[in-house]
């Protein structure tokens, strides 16, 4: 049923791997005194899991009877969002080594994935708790 309170977190996760996409991961300001922000999409692989991991999350919402299903791709979404920010934290320090630079600043962006990761497994419980809630109302029948 859409109207569970998963389907809130699993809508709000997918709608973060949106504002990721959109958001800046970092800014710098290079020693020639231009300023240098990086997006996710800069790099082809971190562009494709973010979008993959947003679709999972929406998708994942429609998928109310089939509670099993559900807790799989929270657990793919919960494992694609950390690889998100293990992917962004690698290229960051990357470019962090390969160019000097005045001053630096994570922003918003680079939060968003851990968020995600939160929102997923805060459905992975919920659709946990609903799974046992069929299931006791079943042994009564």
């Known amino acids: 049923m859409i109207q569970r309170i ?18 800046p991961l970092w800014n710098c300001i290079l020693n020639d005194s231009t ?8 790099n082809l692989w971190l562009f494709a899991i973010i979008i993959l991991t947003s679709i999972i ?9 089939k509670r099993m299903q559900q807790k799989w ?8 969002s ?3 920010f293990g992917l962004e934290y690698y290229l960051i320090e990357t470019f962090k080594d390969s160019h000097s630079f005045l001053e630096s600043s994570w922003q918003i962006g680079s939060v968003l994935p851990i968020l995600m990761l939160i929102l ?18 079943d042994r009564i029948r």
């Open 73 to 80: 791709l929270c657990f793919l979404g919960m494992l694609l």
């Open 35 to 42: 300023t240098k922000a990086f997006y996710v999409a800069e």
């Open 120 to 137: 997923f497994f805060l459905a992975f419980l919920g659709i946990t708790k609903d799974d046992k809630m069929v299931k006791s109302v």
């Open 6 to 23: 998963q389907s809130l977190w699993l809508f709000l996760a997918g709608i973060g791997g949106l504002l990721t996409y959109k958001l």
């Open 57 to 65: 999350g929406f998708v994942t919402i429609f998928l109310f009877k």
């Open 82 to 84: 950390a690889g998100i």
